[in-house]
């Protein structure tokens, strides 16, 4: 216990001794969760349409009006020939062409029905999808309003319509900062516990103090928790850090117990650390290290669920998602945040983190080849 005493010591000082490594494991976290969720949403808004109004009736007018009041869409053309509205989709000026046919009032009010046509620019696929969804639901909406204000058409005539209440659970106002800003939490703190954690030995390399402290009678698992704690104390600060700010900025306060969300991100650290300690035993410069580090926390952090669902990939893409502790958390953070849950509702994601850690952490000790001089 003392030379563990002794080591983390040694530790601390030499982290406290570097004027640039606390600046930039706690201010450099902090400038990113407050930027990154304004930046990083899905909410789509401003998408550019031009219209192609054919008809220049009452209804065309309302149903344009309709779509610009939205607070979606902005209305960047206004033309009477689809080739000039389709003209500025290929310019990238306009993401959507919203075509109204010749005799779109008079179809409506003589056959109840008429047609628009809708051309999408799908280069982006997540905006073309959302631009298409959103403007096919206010073409939607205008339709249930002129079957409601109707005044040709008697009341028996009206076909039996299905009404929808939905009701959002632990999310209720479809808030995106609640669901991004826990996993954005994730990503930081996997950030620093995998590179300085992989940093460190590596530092002690080329340094060449690691060679004294192979000739000492110091055993591999001590050497390698003396690495260990003094980062798991700095990913619960900065983490402790990271939840000041979200309450703060984003008046995001966890429904669930912190106890939980601390017990949990204990066992996060503790496999995120072993993972950035096993990269070090296998690296000789720091630069190595940083490649081998970045490789996979872009790895962790585009498949983990930041973004997209995990239930939407592949079958075989889920089960290596499975191997990676950043997966677990997140869902974890999630969980507890929104939804409140407790140690019995997130046993299976506290356990595969453990498992993961304790394979990552034995590795890295068998790893670790120390010589006796």
């Known amino acids: 216990m003392k030379i563990l005493l002794f080591l983390l ?55 344009i009006s309709k779509i610009t009041a939205s607070g979606y869409f902005r209305l960047t053309g206004y033309t009477a020939f689809y080739n000039e509205a389709l003209s500025l989709v290929e310019q990238n000026k306009a993401d959507l062409a919203l075509q109204i046919p010749v005799n779109f009032e008079r179809n409506l009010v003589r056959e109840n029905s008429a047609k628009v046509f809708i051309a999408i620019n799908a280069i982006e696929g997540t905006k073309a999808n959302l631009g298409g969804a959103y403007l096919a639901s206010i073409i939607s909406d205008f339709n249930s309003d002129i079957r409601i ?40 703190v996997t950030a620093m516990a995998a590179l300085q954690s992989a940093f460190n030995i590596v530092q002690e390399k080329e340094n060449g103090t690691i060679e004294q402290i192979n000739v000492t ?57 072993g993972f950035g300690l096993l990269i070090s035993t296998y690296s000789s410069t720091q630069q190595q290290a940083m490649s081998l580090a970045f490789f ?56 595969a983190m453990f498992v993961i850690g304790l394979i990552l952490n034995t590795w890295a000790v068998l790893n670790y080849r120390k010589t006796t001089g």
């Open 217 to 273: 009678p110091i055993k591999k698992h001590i050497f390698i928790l003396g690495k260990l704690i003094p980062f798991m104390v700095l990913g619960i600060i900065l983490f402790t850090l990271g939840l000041f700010i979200a309450w703060l900025l984003y008046g995001i306060v966890p429904a669930g117990s912190l106890l939980t969300l601390y017990g949990s991100l204990i066992i996060y650290l503790f496999a995120m650390l």
């Open 296 to 351: 996979f926390i872009l790895i962790f952090n585009m498949m983990s669920g930041m973004f997209n669902s995990v239930d939407s990939m592949p079958q075989w893409a889920q089960t290596i998602v499975q191997t990676f502790p950043t997966s677990h958390f997140i869902k974890i953070m999630r969980m507890v945040v929104l939804k409140g849950s407790g140690f019995s509702d997130i046993l299976y994601e506290i356990g």
């Open 9 to 63: 010591e040694k530790e601390f000082r030499q982290i406290l001794r570097n004027k640039q490594m606390i600046p930039l494991l706690l201010i450099a976290p902090v400038i990113q969760l407050v930027l990154l969720p304004l930046a990083a949403n899905y909410t789509i808004k401003n998408i550019s349409i031009a219209v192609v109004d054919n008809d220049h009736s009452t209804f065309s007018r309302e149903l």
């Open 149 to 188: 204000n109707w005044p040709a058409a008697p009341a028996a005539s009206d076909p039996p319509q299905v009404a929808v209440i939905s009701s959002y659970w632990y999310n209720p106002f479809m808030d995106y900062n609640l669901y991004i800003v826990p996993a954005i939490l994730v990503t930081l």
